[in-house]
């Protein structure tokens, strides 16, 4: 089954991708930034909110983690499921639509259970753009430059949180929490339309040497092809570990450096989002392209790579965490950004690599629900109860200090399972199409 614009009978592409198909990389960068604003806001926001609503860290933390994560993996996988079989360029549309309504509708809520409900909604659009745009891109950029262009496309998380961040602090300084939602919500509704009218469907496998195994999959025989793929399974692992450092670190790293720091949110805002856009951008960035010049050689590279940078980030984050001066703390998560942001393009490449081409998709979901769940969702959550109920006793407002720090290291956990699934890697990419 096809999707509305593909045509079987074309050839292969190309080694080398035409303008169009760095036109749908753009594009769809852009929608990931947007996806990221919408998302990563409400870190800026928790204080507000939290005063006005008179809730604790740990519901805080709920509320921009599980609440948020919950419904967007459990509605990933069926999306997913439906972007195998049907039109991507139409999910991906319909999707920002929905979550741009409701980041809109965010700041309308009355009580913590409404906009808990309605974040919940912002995760059901938001899980129905990231594994249709995987796909999509993979069958516009062949294996030897996937990396670098699913890097670029993880860019959206880099610029979408920097973006997030003094837009977030501005508004919240000058108006309120609630224009904050209403600011960044309704403009998703006009890219949603620009997708619609612009971007075209390709023929799925249309960048692979050969086009078999392109027939439809069960999610049960996805499962179990996936499963029988010991580097899938461990750099699914390996990434959530480092995504609960990243996860955790960003969605509270406001609200350290206003309680620990005594720093003001337009000041955090501005601090935060240019490390998080420079620093994130060039990580993903050179994270991919390094791990594709490296994995021609060798394709152990693409998770060797990520192994090394996850234990480097580990001084780095206990820097931050730790150090007294602020000049210091900032300068110390620069470095800790730019390597937890090097592993993503190499995860998602090789996620879509291991695969055969109707279950990039599913695979791709599949991926984020683990992630998300683990990273997104526990990581925040993690730090609000760490703070409310380990560290707060004795600690107070200082408490955020060592409940960053505890959360960063367990992230670099993730070194040793990326080092394990670079040692089965080349035999699981090898043995895609072999039944």
């Known amino acids: 089954m096809t999707g509305p614009d593909e045509s079987p009978g074309e050839q292969v592409q190309s080694e080398e991708p035409s303008l169009y198909s760095y036109y749908v990389l753009v594009l769809l960068s852009i929608v990931y930034v947007f996806n990221f604003i919408d998302r990563q806001i409400m870190a800026v926001l928790i204080d507000p909110i939290k005063a006005e609503f008179g809730v604790s860290d740990t519901a805080m933390g709920f509320l921009s983690g599980f609440a948020f994560v919950f419904f967007y993996t459990l509605v990933g996988i069926p999306i997913a499921r439906w972007a195998d079989r049907g039109s991507r360029r139409f999910i991906i549309s319909l999707a920002i639509a929905i979550w741009s309504l409701m980041t809109a509708a965010s700041g309308m809520a009355r009580n913590f259970g409404q906009l808990a409900a309605i974040r919940v909604l912002v995760g059901v659009g938001e899980a ?44 919240v300084t000058h108006y309120d929490w609630r224009t904050a939602f209403y600011a960044v919500g309704l403009p998703g509704v006009a890219l949603s339309l620009l997708v619609w009218f612009t971007v075209k469907e390709v023929p ?40 609960l450092s990243g996860f955790g670190v ?8 206003s309680r620990v720091h005594d720093m003001g949110w337009t000041e955090i805002g501005v601090t935060m989002g240019w490390i998080i ?26 998770m060797r790579l990520p192994a090394l940078e996850s234990l480097l980030c580990i001084p780095f984050v206990t820097g931050f965490a730790l150090l007294t001066d602020t000049r210091l703390a900032i300068l ?62 004795t600690y107070g407002d200082g408490a955020i200090r060592y409940s960053i720090l505890v959360i960063g290291l367990v992230g ?24």
């Open 128 to 171: 129905g753009a990231t594994p249709p745009s995987h796909s999509l891109l993979s069958d516009y950029f062949p294996l030897n430059k996937r990396a670098t262009a699913l890097a670029i496309y993880s860019w959206g998380v880099y610029i979408g949180a920097a973006l997030a961040f003094p837009i977030g602090g501005y508004l």
């Open 204 to 243: 799925r496998g249309s960048t692979e040497a050969s086009s078999a195994n392109v027939e439809n999959a069960s999610l049960g025989e996805v499962m179990r092809f996936l499963l029988s793929r010991r580097s899938f399974v461990l750099i699914v692992l390996g990434s959530s570990l480092q995504s």
């Open 250 to 257: 960003i969605t509270w790293g406001a609200p350290f450096l």
């Open 277 to 302: 856009g420079v620093a994130g951008c060039a990580g993903v960035f050179l994270g991919g392209r390094l791990a594709d010049r490296l994995g021609r050689r060798d394709t152990s590279w693409y």
């Open 332 to 393: 110390s998560f620069i470095p800790f950004y730019f390597l937890g942001a090097a592993y993503v393009g190499p995860m998602h490449a090789m996620v879509q690599s291991l695969v055969r081409v109707r279950m990039r998709a599913t695979a791709s979901a599949i991926l984020l629900f683990v992630v998300n769940m683990i990273g997104a969702g526990l990581g925040p959550l993690a730090i609000g109860l760490l703070n409310d109920y380990v560290f707060g006793p």
């Open 412 to 435: 670099g956990l993730g070194s040793i399972l990326f080092w394990q699934a670079s040692k089965t890697l080349s035999a699981d990419l090898a043995s895609r199409d072999i039944d």
